[in-house]
């Protein structure tokens, strides 16, 4: 999938995952959408792909997409949003590549659409 080693220096940013659920906004009675966390906060180390895995799926449902590394976690699911902490930005979950390795150390590729949720994004 994604080449390199995984440094801790690699890991940049924070992550929550979660759902949108709506709420009863009190002001106006209308329904209003918020992001409810089902993690603590995550690093995460954005991955890039090679040239020939670019030309691999460009034209599929994929080529839309980007690609962060976090820490293994059984409970990550596709159902799930992740939200970036620093912009509040919210984005689809494609596909989650799991490490079942039996190493102590493990990391999950988290594939996610490249840009935030048009109903949702964060703002």
């Given at each position: 999938?994604?080449?390199?080693?995984?440094?801790?220096?690699?890991?940049?940013?924070?992550?929550?995952f979660g759902t949108i659920k709506s709420v009863d906004n009190q002001n106006t009675g209308g329904?209003?959408?918020?992001?409810?966390?089902?993690?603590?906060?995550?690093?995460?180390?954005?991955?890039?792909?090679?040239?020939?895995?670019?030309?691999?799926?460009?034209?599929?449902?994929?080529?839309?997409?980007?690609?962060?590394?976090?820490?293994?976690?059984?409970?990550?699911?596709?159902?799930?949003?992740?939200?970036?902490?620093?912009t509040g930005k919210v984005h689809d979950i494609k596909y989650i590549s799991a490490d079942e390795?039996?190493?102590?150390?493990?990391?999950?590729?988290?594939?996610?659409?490249?840009?935030?949720?048009?109903?949702?994004?964060?703002?």
């Amino acid at each position: 999938m994604v080449s390199g080693k995984l440094k801790p220096s690699n890991f940049i940013g924070k992550v929550e995952f979660g759902t949108i659920k709506s709420v009863d906004n009190q002001n106006t009675g209308g329904k209003k959408k918020i992001f409810v966390s089902v993690s603590h906060q995550m690093r995460f180390a954005p991955r890039s792909r090679s040239i020939t895995q670019s030309d691999t799926i460009f034209g599929t449902d994929i080529q839309e997409t980007k690609i962060i590394a976090v820490r293994h976690n059984m409970e990550l699911s596709e159902n799930l949003k992740v939200m970036f902490v620093k912009t509040g930005k919210v984005h689809d979950i494609k596909y989650i590549s799991a490490d079942e390795s039996n190493s102590p150390i493990k990391f999950d590729y988290i594939t996610i659409t490249k840009e935030p949720l048009g109903v949702f994004d964060g703002t």
